[in-house]
């Protein structure tokens, strides 16, 4: 039997050949793969455009209302209590000039008495005394004129002498009686020149009298205790028929015009409030002058810490303290509040009163400022979007306010700020913005001044 062809040996090869060429065909006329570009995926991201706002730089602290005006009553005089009024009572008002209450005068009285009756004696010497000095002169002439006569006298008797008309004895008693003159004229002449010396004597002793009677009339005008200022009463120590001795208790007594109130703050954060001073003030003078000037433009707001309603008291900055507390390095800023019991809301806003803790709002005139929120701020980095890419880009800031970044530079008005949160953050990433309203209108309220300061 003839063996099939595809069983002879020599057939193996075109079988394999056949199949490789067979498969050649296949491939070539297989249609080739197609190439699609790889991209990566986009990222949906917030953000805000940056803008120019009027920023008011913004500070808050705590402090305690006091009044700004105090008095611890004591006695000027000593004695007994003979009156007290009825309104001299803690909590009470009383006014300006009002009678507070009133120390026995008797001694003061006699006092009185006594140094207006020396006063007359003083006066009386004095007019004494020149009464005297006119007499003395007078005096004086005559005894001068009575000299003059004794001595041509004893001239007269002396040349009688040599001729013999008269004794020895009849001169020397005409020499013994002028010397009689001269001690007399002498003896004037000594009064006379005492008279300024005794004026100045009785002078002397009529202003001292003059001052007992003004110091006796004082301490009886201080036997009444009277309110300097419209005040409210605080302790009251004393109470009628009690004896008083110099300088003891009588009672406290607040003004009822202004209450201030002290604030620590760290340097740091005042200097926002006072950025605006010239760089060209030179010496100390000019910097406080303009420190000053500054502080005058601060608005304060004053509210009651634990109050039901918010609603605020207007204030201003009087001054700065003047050392930095050496425990906290703070520095204290003084806030006044005017007529704090004419600001009155009843139900509403109560007085401020000493003892009152309170919360001070500070803001600076407003300053155009590029603005962002905090949270946009990644170490001094900012991610901008820029067409439909991420991009990095360093800023400096000037500083920080609550929820706000105040940037001096590394953007623009304009640019877009990105505000979510992206991890991972990769430069050049597609991302695709759409502007937060919520958190742009929230910039610009906080820049105005309004809303919470976090």
């Not at 297989?30 to 940056?50: D, I, R």
């Not at 000095?133 to 001068?144: D, G, H, P, R, V």
């Not at 005794?198 to 205790?225: D, I």
């Not at 990769?426 to 919520?438: C, K, R």
Request: without cysteine; hydrophobic residues 40%; proline residues 5%.
């Amino acid at each position: 039997m003839e063996k099939s062809f595809f069983t002879k040996k020599r057939a193996l090869p075109l079988l394999i050949v056949l199949g490789v060429g067979v498969a050649l065909l296949m491939v070539s006329l297989k249609p080739s793969p197609k190439h699609q570009a790889a991209s990566l995926p986009t990222t949906a991201v917030e953000v805000v455009v940056v803008e120019k706002l009027a920023l008011r730089a913004r500070l808050i602290g705590y402090g305690e209302v006091k009044p700004s005006t105090f008095l611890q009553a004591n006695a000027e005089v000593g004695g007994r209590v003979v009156e007290v009024s009825p309104k001299l009572k803690n909590g009470a008002f009383l006014d300006e000039g009002e009678l507070a209450l009133r120390i026995d005068t008797t001694s003061y009285d006699l006092a009185l008495a006594q140094a207006q009756a020396d006063l007359v004696g003083n006066r009386a010497n004095l007019g004494e005394l020149a009464v005297e000095e006119t007499n003395t002169i007078t005096s004086l002439k005559i005894a001068q004129s009575n000299l003059d006569l004794g001595q041509r006298e004893l001239a007269r008797k002396k040349k009688l002498l040599k001729k013999g008309s008269v004794s020895r004895s009849q001169a020397d008693a005409e020499e013994q009686n002028v010397l009689r003159l001269r001690q007399e004229v002498q003896s004037l002449q000594s009064q006379v020149t005492m008279i300024p010396t005794r004026r100045q004597v009785l002078e002397a002793q009529l202003l001292r009298a003059q001052a007992q009677v003004r110091n006796s009339e004082y301490n009886l005008q201080r036997t009444e205790v009277l309110l300097p200022f419209n005040a409210r009463i605080g302790d009251v120590y004393v109470e009628q028929g009690q004896s008083v001795g110099i300088n003891g208790k009588l009672f406290d007594a607040s003004g009822m015009g202004q209450v201030e109130i002290t604030v620590q703050f760290p340097l740091s954060r005042i200097r926002p409030l006072l950025s605006v001073l010239s760089e060209e003030a030179e010496g100390v003078t000019e910097v406080n002058n303009a420190v000053l000037a500054r502080l005058e433009r601060l608005q304060a707001r004053v509210y009651l810490v634990g109050a039901d309603v918010d609603m605020p008291w207007t204030g201003k900055v009087v001054r700065l303290g003047d050392t930095l507390d050496a425990v906290t390095r703070t520095v204290a800023m003084v806030v006044t509040v005017d007529n704090p019991y004419q600001q009155v809301i009843p139900g509403r806003r109560p007085p401020l009163i000493g003892g009152m803790y309170t919360k001070v709002e500070l803001l600076a005139p407003p300053e155009p400022a590029l603005v962002i929120p905090r949270r946009a701020v990644h170490q001094n980095h900012v991610y901008v979007v820029s067409e439909g890419t991420l991009q990095v880009r360093e800023v400096v800031l000037g500083f920080q306010q609550g929820e706000l970044s105040v940037v001096h530079s590394g953007i623009e008005v304009g640019d877009q700020v990105i505000v979510t949160d992206l991890v991972p953050a990769i430069p050049g990433m597609a991302v695709q913005a759409s502007v937060d309203n919520e958190s742009q209108q929230s910039l610009r309220q906080l820049a105005s001044g309004n809303g919470d300061l976090k």
